[in-house]
C-alpha cells in the first residue's frame, strides 16, 4: 500500500513541529491541516512545509473542526495517489514512534481499519476515561460487537478507498464525534478492524479542543442515530440466523 499521514492541527504551535520532525526520518508523505489556527501557528506550519518537501500544507480559512479537517486531509492524500493514512494528533498526546507500527500493520492487512487504542499512564484525567467507557459501550452496541476497541482514540490507519465511499454517501460529523462515527460506519461497511495498542498522554498544558458544552451534545446526537442505524441490521441478523437453522 502507498501510505502517507495525515496530521490535524488548530493552533498546536507550541506543539506541531516535534511531531513532524520526528517524522521525518520516515520519508512518508505528511499532510498538514491547518483549521483555521491563528498567525503564530500558521507561522510555524509554513516553516515546516518549506523546511520538509515530504510535507503538504492544506488550510481552512476559519476554524471547521476536527472531523472536517481529517476529511480534507483524506481526500488530498487519496488525490496524491495514496491508499492509506496514519492519522496522529498535533498536540503531542501520540508518540510519533509509534506510526511504524501502524504501517507494519496497515501493509500486513491492506485495506483494515487499524485502531489505536490507548495505554494511558497517570496524566489522563478520569473524567476522560469514564467517558470513554461510556462510548465504547455505545459503539459496541451500534456494532452489535466488540469489535471497535476504542473508538474515540485519534492515532489509527485509514483505508482511503472505502472511507470516502462512506464520505461520498453519508453526511458525517464535522468536529470529534467524527471519528467514532467512521469507525462505525466502516464496521458497517464490512471493512475488518485491526486493534492496536499504543502509548497516549496528556502532557503538562496541553492544548485540548475537546468542549463539553459543545462536544458532548454532538456525540450524544451521534450515539443516537447510530444507535437507530443499527435497529435494521439487527433485524437483518435475526433474519440470516433464522434461516440458517
Known sequence: MRLGVVIPCYDHGRTVAA????????????????????????????ALAA?????????????????????TGYRAAAAQGLEGVIQLDA????????VKRFVDAMQAHPG??????????????R???YARQLSRGLVWLACLSRVVPDPLCGFRGIPL????????GV??????????????RLVWEGVPVVALPTRVVYPPGGLSH???ARDYPLLASLYVRLALGMLPRAAALRRRARAAR
Open 161 to 168: 478507498a472505502p472511507t470516502l465511499r462512506v464520505l461520498a
Open 127 to 129: 473524567a476522560r476515561l
Open 210 to 212: 475537546f468542549s463539553l
Open 112 to 125: 483494515a481499519l487499524v485502531l489505536g487504542v490507548p495505554v494511558f499512564d497517570a496524566s489522563v484525567p
Open 171 to 184: 453526511a458525517t460529523g464535522e468536529r470529534m464525534e467524527f471519528e467514532p462515527e467512521l469507525a462505525v
Open 19 to 46: 511531531v513532524v520532525e520526528a517524522l521525518a526520518p520516515s520519508a512518508l508523505p505528511c499532510l498538514l491541516v491547518d483549521d483555521g489556527s491563528a498567525a503564530e501557528t500558521r507561522a510555524v506550519l509554513d
Open 91 to 98: 498536540d503531542g498526546q501520540h508518540d510519533p514512534a509509534d
Open 51 to 71: 523546511r520538509h518537501a515530504s510535507v503538504t500544507l492544506l488550510r481552512h480559512a476559519t476554524n471547521r473542526g476536527k472531523g472536517a479537517s481529517l476529511k
